[in-house]
Nanobody, 124 residues
């Protein structure tokens, strides 16, 4: 069992930055590939970014490439999402998720565990 708790969300102006954190419980954190998804009001949840077990490989959806950076610290059981140059369309609830299957790390159905989310609001 893995429990995930997100933090770091808030209100920011367009062009600003936020850093999200996701703290995981358990001693098996390093076995999981980790991902961030987001869900905007009235829209489906979508993939944002992912990182493999070691942190050596990362994956991004096109709309955040060059602006967002995902990273992890296995010693702290934490994954991060650094978000720069934020846009109003980045407004959403951001969810942290974990999977044992790297092949499915970009898919909703492939995730084994989810956090409850943290709200990011970007004002124009």
């Amino acid at each position: 069992q893995v429990q995930l708790v997100e933090s770091g969300g808030g209100l920011v102006q367009a062009g600003g930055s936020l850093r999200l954190s996701c703290a995981a419980s358990g001693r098996t954190f390093s076995r999981y590939a980790m991902a961030w998804f987001r869900q905007a009001p009235g829209k489906e949840r979508e993939f944002v970014a992912a990182v493999d077990w070691s942190g050596g490989s990362t994956y991004y959806t096109d709309s955040v490439k060059g602006r967002f950076t995902i990273s992890r610290d296995n010693a702290k059981n934490t994954v991060y999402l650094q978000m720069n140059s934020l846009k109003p369309e980045d407004t959403a609830v951001y969810y942290c998720a974990a999977t044992l299957s790297l092949r499915e790390v970009t898919t909703l159905g492939g995730m084994n565990y989810w956090g409850k989310g943290t709200l990011v609001t970007v004002s124009s």
